[in-house]
């Protein structure tokens, strides 16, 4: 039978505390990598009547908070390698830009509920890399892993009705309908 030392019992007791510190909680759903988020919405902007004729034109806004910067540009580039145009902007920001936007990507950390009138307003739409805000009626799409990892999509059909856009047959066939 092996001895433990007080030292060994402290690192067992360190790596078991680490690894429930970093268990994933049932609360907390993974999120979808950012560069499959960029390619998943990118195909879904083409699946949306309004901005299907943008092309190349589409301009997309990354909202964050303060402190969310170097996350932002994360955001910014994935959405650039995937051939969309996309500045990150402050929430503090945002009144003053939205109105050239045609999408606005909502960052977690952000309150979507204090931009959700805006982007209605002004015929944006909002999206996110969750589906949390998509089922609180404050987004209009979202993405969430799915089974197996794979992800799916999240539509809220009034949300993006509020923001007068519209989306294709073929994309409510695939999206998970929230309302």
């Known amino acids: 039978m092996r001895v433990l030392t007080p030292s060994h019992l402290a690192r067992v007791a360190v790596l078991a505390l680490l690894g429930l510190l970093l268990a994933p909680r049932p609360s907390q759903a993974a999120e979808v990598p950012l560069n499959l988020?960029?390619?998943?919405?990118?195909?879904?902007?083409?699946?949306?009547?309004?901005?299907?004729?943008?092309g190349d034109d589409l301009e997309l806004l990354i909202v964050h908070a303060p402190g969310q910067l170097s996350q932002a540009y994360q955001v910014t580039t994935a959405f650039s390698r995937a051939g969309v145009r996309a500045q990150a902007v402050s929430t503090t920001s945002l009144r003053s830009k939205v109105s050239g936007a045609d999408v606005v990507y909502v960052m977690s950390g952000v309150d979507a509920a204090e931009v959700s009138g805006l982007v209605a307003s002004n015929g944006v739409l909002s999206i996110a890399g969750?589906?949390?805000?998509?089922?609180?009626?404050?987004?209009?799409?979202?993405?969430?892993?799915?089974?197996?990892?794979?992800?799916?999509?999240?539509?809220?059909l009034r949300r993006a009705s509020n923001e007068t856009h519209t989306f294709s047959s073929q994309l409510l066939r695939l999206a998970r309908i929230v309302h």
């Not at 589906?131 to 809220?156: T, W």
Request: aromatic fraction near 4%.
């Open 37 to 54: 988020q960029a390619a998943l919405f990118t195909k879904i902007f083409k699946l949306n009547q309004k901005l299907a004729s943008k």
């Open 130 to 156: 969750s589906s949390d805000p998509v089922e609180g009626g404050q987004v209009a799409v979202g993405v969430e892993l799915g089974h197996g990892g794979r992800p799916k999509i999240v539509l809220n």
